[in-house]
């Protein structure tokens, strides 16, 4: 089975110099836990989650000069200012994908590995799709396990 037998084709994708604001809108009404960037009909980067909220964050070399501990209260209050930012500002630039004609468990083998949810399937800079875990989990569950209850 090939990625492009369980891939989403319709996905909703963001340009680079939207605000955030309204990106993490679409990420928490719709549950999106990531975002492909295309500009200019090019996929140019990935927004997730974890970009987001890793700029509330202060940097590493920070907590070791400072030495002291972490206000969390102070750093949730950060929140509004990452929102200001722009797509650009927060997101992954250098994505990692896959193509539509790899084997379904090449590509889960691949986001295990990396740690990924979710992968955008492209050939070259031309997005095409995106899998998640689930998607890969629940064509394995109907071609194996529910054929035979």
Do not use: W
Not at 38 to 55: F, H, M, Q
Not at 72 to 94: F, G, I, R
């Amino acid at each position: 089975m090939k990625v492009e037998d369980v891939m989403t084709s319709n996905v909703r994708t963001v340009t680079s110099d939207e605000k955030l604001g309204e990106v993490v809108s679409l990420m928490c009404l719709y549950r999106y836990s990531g975002i492909p960037v295309v500009d200019d009909g090019k996929l140019t980067g990935i927004v997730a989650e974890s970009d987001v909220l890793g700029k509330m964050f202060p940097k590493l070399e920070d907590l070791m000069s400072n030495m002291a501990t972490v206000d969390y209260d102070e750093q949730l209050s950060q929140y509004s200012n990452v929102v200001n930012l722009t797509v650009k500002d927060v997101m992954t630039p250098a994505v990692i994908t896959i193509r539509p004609d790899m084997h379904i468990l090449q590509a889960a083998s691949m986001m295990v590995g990396r740690k990924f949810r979710r992968i955008p399937v492209a050939v070259g800079d031309e997005l095409l799709g995106m899998v998640s875990m689930g998607d890969v989990h629940k064509a394995i569950y109907q071609s194996t396990l529910a054929t035979r209850l």
